[in-house]
């Protein structure tokens, strides 16, 4: 196990286009977050997962963002009608998710959305 | 509400001279507070956590609620210290969810 891993790294996609982005967090961790990161800013906090449980969602992340984690491992973010705004770095995070406690997240190298 | 400001976008210190990058942030009740570090071409990784009260490569940052700031310091800066940082603050109230300050990228001059 070498880490979180994403893929693509990078995406080029036309304006109105579907994509979608797959995050393997580290083997056994439970918690798995998704960011979104511009130019110049640092990350966004867009949805996080226990399991396969969807928890929490930003209010950034609008009805054409949909994620899921069907099985408790990998996940998937799916943005439908891409715009030029959706053009950004987005970042997956795995933790361990023990009980009662943080625990330190593990970033993936990201995916790079280019919307034209 | 931007949550997490840091005010230095650049920060160049010379080889051996202190350094400190600066955090503030806005929250109500206890904040859990935490330095991120992405070095050129590597991921984004955890640095340190106030929680901890420890001191990673040298560096430690003291929680001031008082001003509430959460300040990176680092004695005497080395080249490989250069890199961005980002603060976060881990919103308690809703469980799991960051915020990231917009970072400060650092470069130590040899």
């Known amino acids: 196990d070498t880490g979180v891993s994403q893929d693509p790294r990078h995406k080029i996609t036309k304006r109105g286009q579907n994509v979608t982005f797959r995050c393997d967090p580290i083997?056994?961790?439970?918690?798995l977050y998704w960011y979104r990161q511009t130019l110049g800013q640092g990350p966004e906090f867009l949805t996080y997962?226990?399991?396969?449980?969807?928890?929490?969602k930003s209010r950034l992340l609008s009805d054409r963002f949909s994620a899921e984690r069907p099985k408790g491992s990998f996940s998937t973010l799916e943005i439908q009608r891409t715009e030029q705004g959706d053009s950004a770095m987005y970042l997956c995070?795995?933790?361990?998710?023990?009980?009662?406690?943080?625990?330190?997240?593990?970033f993936g190298p990201g995916t790079r959305l280019t919307v034209l | 509400a931007q949550r997490v400001t840091q005010p230095e976008k650049l920060l160049s210190v010379f080889k051996g001279a202190p350094v400190e990058l600066k955090c503030n942030y806005s929250?109500?009740?206890?904040?859990?507070l935490f330095w991120y570090v992405q070095y050129s071409r590597q991921r984004l990784q955890l640095l340190l956590r106030?929680?901890s009260r420890e001191s990673i490569k040298g560096f430690t940052a003291d929680l001031n609620k008082g001003e509430t700031s959460f300040h990176l310091k680092k004695p005497f800066a080395q080249e490989e210290d250069s890199a961005m940082y980002y603060c976060?603050?881990?919103?308690?109230?809703?469980?799991?969810?960051?915020?990231f300050g917009t970072g400060t990228s650092l470069t130590v001059i040899p």
């Open positions: 929250y109500s009740g206890s904040p859990e």
């Open positions: 997962f226990q399991n396969e449980a969807q928890l929490e």
């Open positions: 083997s056994e961790h439970n918690r």
């Open positions: 995070a795995s933790s361990p998710g023990l009980s009662g406690s943080y625990n330190e997240q593990f």
């Open positions: 106030h929680i």
């Open positions: 976060a603050l881990r919103d308690a109230n809703t469980g799991n969810q960051f915020y």
